[in-house]
């Protein structure tokens, strides 16, 4: 007698290559499902070409945090952060901490400025210490100066708010030396903020001040305070302002 060799079921050859082209689509279709049910878990992103500035957008706390609220600041690069001076205040008494995404970060204070002379800080965090997404991050100084009318983006952590520059003729004469401001004082940023360039994305400056104007009414005498602009500190102030090895680091 013979053996007797169990053969397995045979397919027409047509049917074995609609088969094996089913399986290829279904396994070509996986990754993709992977790849779909990840972006879905992750938070949504900016919803327009302004919100990539919030990444630079910081909050600076006092040691105690001050009674007023947080102040914000601005990431440069190579763990280095600028803020309006008047925020920190002397630094070697405030203590002042970089707030991100909640996390408070201890600083050094690489130069402090003043509110009459230039009102910036430049602070220091060790690199290492930083979120990723920062560490990969460099915030360039615009090269040319603002221009009246001129579209900037104001930036503090969690807002954008769009504005522009006003020309200095409409800056009171007794302070127009603070001649780089914008519009719209309500809505934009606060002391520290940045101030963008819209469309180049560089930044232009870090705001410093409300600018104020008084009016008498005819009929009863009584004396009004309006808010009509907001002065920033220019890049080319603060790149002047900057000691020569920042310049240095923040170029490499």
């Not at 045979?10 to 082209?21: A, T």
């Not at 992977?34 to 327009?48: E, M, N, Q």
């Not at 990444?55 to 102040?71: E, K, L, N």
């Not at 004082?185 to 705001?207: E, H, K, P, W, Y």
Request: net charge positive; aromatic share 6%.
């Amino acid at each position: 007698m013979g053996l007797s060799v169990p053969v397995a079921c045979s397919r027409p050859i047509g049917e074995i290559d609609v088969l094996q082209s089913k399986r290829r689509a279904m396994r070509s279709r996986f990754p993709l499902a992977i790849v779909l049910l990840v972006l879905a878990a992750l938070p949504c992103s900016a919803k327009g070409p302004d919100d990539t500035l919030l990444a630079y957008a910081v909050h600076i706390h006092r040691t105690p945090m001050q009674s007023w609220g947080p102040g914000a600041g601005i990431y440069l690069g190579k763990g280095l952060f600028i803020t309006a001076a008047h925020v920190v205040g002397r630094a070697w008494m405030t203590r002042p901490k970089v707030v991100i995404s909640g996390q408070e970060f201890p600083t050094s204070t690489v130069k402090e400025g003043s509110l009459e002379g230039t009102d910036v800080t430049i602070l220091s965090i060790d690199e290492n210490l930083l979120p990723m997404r920062l560490r990969l991050r460099r915030n360039a100084l615009c090269k040319d100066p603002p221009k009246p009318g001129e579209q900037v983006v104001t930036v503090v952590p969690g807002s954008v708010v769009r504005s522009h520059i006003i020309p200095p003729d409409r800056i009171p004469a007794r302070v127009r030396k603070f001649n780089t401001a914008i519009a719209d004082v309500a809505n934009t940023g606060n002391s520290g903020s940045g101030v963008f360039d819209a469309q180049r994305r560089c930044l232009l400056g870090i705001m410093s001040r409300k600018i104020s104007q008084s009016r008498t009414q005819a009929g009863t005498g009584k004396t009004e305070t309006y808010d009509i602009a907001k002065y920033f500190v220019p890049a080319s102030e603060i790149a002047g302002f900057m000691p020569a090895a920042v310049r240095l680091k923040l170029d490499q």
